[in-house]
């Protein structure tokens, strides 16, 4: 069905992994997947390609946009529009979207499925641009869950700097070891006593 999906989860919950199967899924019914990623996230490129790539070695082509993009001028470009019932759009790290290009994609689903993945906040937990417009006007929300090392659920991208947690700086870090997905009681402890991050949490905070 035509609708703007919205898939989110913290850092390590394996949403670009279910992008590509999701990817796989539909070009093996025969519908042709447009896979787009942010040209800020440098991390996977081969031979001057972009790539998307999962931790589990899952990767697929994808086209790069910038905040400049607009996504009806990339429809046409892409000959997207020509054909919009066989076709599919996919966002990786769609949090670094705008509020305009989740607005263009809101109209575009009009048409054809459009499935979007990312993080909902930031290392502060802040909503991103893109995930806070994505929540307001998505049809369907969908969280993907990964769980913190104490057993709990994940909730937070907390950024790490010399093993602490990072509570200043840029909201856009691109990078994996730099984050990890904790708790938010977790979170608050380690954050509250300026803990190693990598020390057990054996005490409680409530």
Same mark, same amino acid.
């Given at each position: 069905?035509?609708?703007?999906?919205?898939?989110?989860?913290?850092?390590?919950?394996?949403?670009?992994?279910?992008?590509?199967?999701?990817?796989?899924?539909?070009?093996?019914?025969?519908?042709?997947?447009?896979?787009?990623?942010?040209?800020i996230?440098?991390?996977?490129?081969?031979?001057?390609?972009?790539?998307?790539?999962?931790?589990?070695?899952?990767?697929?082509?994808?086209?790069e946009?910038?905040?400049?993009?607009?996504?009806?001028?990339?429809?046409?470009?892409?000959?997207?529009?020509?054909?919009?019932? *066989?076709?599919v759009? =996919?966002? $990786?790290?769609? &949090?670094?979207?705008?509020?305009?290009?989740?607005? !263009?994609? @809101?109209?575009?689903?009009?048409?054809?499925?459009?499935?979007?993945?990312?993080?909902?906040?930031?290392?502060?937990?802040?909503?991103?641009e893109?995930?806070? *417009?994505?929540?307001? =006007?998505? $049809?369907?929300? &969908?969280?993907?869950?990964?769980?913190?090392?104490? !057993?709990? @659920?994940?909730?937070?991208?907390?950024?790490?700097?010399?093993?602490?947690?990072?509570?200043?700086?840029e909201?856009?870090?691109?990078?994996?070891?730099?984050?990890?997905?904790?708790?938010?009681?977790?979170?608050?402890?380690?954050?509250?006593?300026?803990?190693?991050?990598?020390?057990?949490?054996?005490?409680?905070?409530?």
């Amino acid at each position: 069905m035509n609708k703007l999906y919205f898939y989110y989860g913290a850092m390590g919950s394996s949403k670009t992994a279910q992008a590509l199967m999701c990817r796989f899924n539909y070009m093996q019914k025969g519908f042709n997947v447009f896979l787009f990623k942010p040209v800020i996230d440098r991390r996977t490129v081969k031979d001057g390609k972009a790539i998307v790539g999962s931790r589990i070695g899952l990767s697929a082509k994808a086209i790069e946009f910038d905040a400049l993009d607009d996504f009806k001028t990339l429809a046409n470009l892409y000959k997207i529009d020509q054909n919009f019932e *066989r076709n599919v759009i =996919i966002i $990786d790290e769609c &949090q670094f979207l705008t509020r305009s290009q989740v607005e !263009g994609l @809101k109209l575009l689903s009009f048409h054809l499925p459009v499935l979007c993945y990312g993080l909902l906040t930031n290392y502060k937990t802040e909503l991103f641009e893109g995930s806070k *417009r994505l929540v307001e =006007i998505a $049809d369907k929300i &969908q969280e993907i869950k990964s769980v913190c090392d104490c !057993g709990r @659920k994940a909730t937070v991208n907390a950024r790490i700097v010399n093993g602490k947690i990072a509570q200043s700086g840029e909201e856009i870090l691109i990078g994996d070891s730099e984050y990890k997905s904790m708790c938010y009681k977790c979170y608050l402890k380690k954050l509250q006593t300026n803990e190693d991050i990598n020390k057990p949490n054996d005490v409680t905070i409530f």
